[in-house]
């Protein structure tokens, strides 16, 4: 189920409706998790926000961030990807972070990003950055909920590892 269409459309033109079948029936699960995940609270320890960004996010072969911004209650405003980069690193764009919470009225910010080699082990330059927008986003009067790292089977909480 996590094959991309790439790697189900090389089984070859006698699967191909099976394979449109199941990219199908990935994209409803996708929007359902979506639908979910947008009608409640943002909680970085819940399992199916973890299945919402495995999906989105955790089967990239590039690092991607995806940015969840939430009100002072904590309820989902919205989702936007604002990195991107290599297998190794991930350029995130802190100025346009900042302008698009400040534009949704956000209050808080959970940044998640993936780990395309499977490991959820932080770096020390994912732990610094972290601090760093961390702090950046207190003088702003906002709040980082927590950072999570992705990868296809686990999320990773910086915040519950007392790294944040």
Not at 77 to 82: I, K, P, S, T, Y
Not at 87 to 107: C, G
Not at 114 to 125: E, I
Not at 141 to 157: A, E, K, M, N, P
Request: hydrophobic share 40%; proline share 2%.
């Amino acid at each position: 189920m996590s094959a991309s269409k790439s790697q189900l459309s090389s089984l070859g033109e006698e699967f191909a409706g099976a394979c449109e079948l199941m990219l199908a029936a990935r994209a409803l699960v996708d929007t359902a998790r979506h639908q979910k995940i947008s009608s409640a609270r943002v909680d970085p320890y819940d399992g199916e926000l973890h299945l919402y960004l495995q999906s989105r996010i955790g089967n990239s072969r590039r690092e991607r961030m995806l940015v969840i911004f939430c009100d002072r209650d904590g309820q989902y405003l919205l989702d936007q990807e604002m990195g991107w980069g290599t297998s190794t690193n991930i350029q995130l764009d802190v100025a346009s972070l900042f302008r698009k919470a400040l534009t949704v009225d956000a209050d808080g910010i959970l940044l998640a990003h993936n780990h395309p080699s499977g490991h959820c082990t932080p770096s020390q330059d994912d732990i610094d950055a972290t601090r760093k927008l961390a702090g950046a986003a207190k003088v702003l009067g906002l709040y980082i909920l927590d950072h999570l790292i992705v990868t296809r089977r686990q999320c990773y909480s910086i915040r519950s590892s007392s790294l944040l």
